[in-house]
């Protein structure tokens, strides 16, 4: 069973930045797609950006495009979510997710997510 812990979250202003952090408990070699999602108070948990493990490829959801940035350090079984230029508006809980599969017919892992809080 695959475990993610995400760390990074608080409470910043407008413009600011923050790194999200996710920590697998394995080897992400078995992981093909490591992805950031979010959900704000009263609204759908969201799509935000994904990253795939072979090729390196990535898809960001229009309202971060340019903004966020996902990576990830295979040897220290973590990715991360770069989040620039931050708004009101990205406030959320930030969940990571991993797929086994490529594209994912779903998110086979979840972490239990960190709170991001944009202050204006």
């Known amino acids: 069973q695959v475990q993610l812990v995400e760390s990074g979250g608080g409470l910043v202003q407008a413009g600011s930045s923050l790194r999200l952090s996710c920590l697998l408990s394995m080897h992400p070699f078995s992981i093909n797609v490591m992805g950031w999602f979010r959900q704000a108070p009263g609204k759908e948990r969201e799509f935000v950006a994904r990253?795939?493990?072979?090729?390196?490829?990535?898809t960001y959801a229009d309202s971060v495009k340019g903004r966020f940035t996902i990576s990830s350090d295979p040897p220290k079984n973590m990715f991360y979510l770069q989040m620039n230029s931050l708004k009101p508006e990205d406030t959320a809980v930030y969940y990571c997710?991993?797929?086994?599969?490529?594209?994912?017919?779903?998110?086979?892992?979840w972490g239990q997510g960190t709170q991001v809080t944009v202050s204006s």
């Open positions: 997710a991993a797929a086994l599969h490529d594209p994912p017919r779903e998110y086979d892992y």
């Open positions: 990253l795939a493990r072979v090729g390196g490829s990535t």
